[in-house]
Nanobody, 123 residues
């Protein structure tokens, strides 16, 4: 059974940094593309960042590009999202997702999803 568990969300001040983690189990981690999405209150879930399964290529939403870094540690079955210079608009529930197809993952149709972790940025 595949399980994803996100950690690291909390209340922070605008301008702070935060690192989210997502621990995966029940799958061959290195075979999967990984990604992060977020959903703010009253809005649809949106793409944040993703990484191909070989870790070579990363993609970012324009809203976080230059402020965020996605990375993975295959030895720990964990994917990370480092976010810097946080803004009020970054407030959302952040979800981790995985899929064998990076293309499918980026469209929001990843096979597996975590329960999410709340990030709140106070202005």
């Amino acid at each position: 059974q595949v399980q994803l568990a996100e950690f690291g969300g909390r209340l922070v001040q605008a301008g702070d940094s935060l690192r989210l983690s997502c621990a995966a189990s029940g799958l061959t981690f290195s075979s999967y593309a990984m990604g992060w999405f977020r959903q703010a209150p009253g809005k649809e879930r949106e793409f944040v960042a993703s990484m191909t399964r070989n870790g070579v290529t990363t993609y970012y939403a324009d809203s976080v590009k230059g402020r965020s870094t996605i990375s993975r540690d295959n030895a720990k079955n964990t994917v990370y999202l480092q976010m810097n210079s946080l803004k009020y608009e970054d407030t959302a529930v952040y979800y981790c997702t995985v899929d064998l197809s990076h293309l499918q993952l980026r469209t929001g149709a990843g096979a597996y999803w975590g329960q999410g972790t709340q990030v709140t940025v106070s202005s």
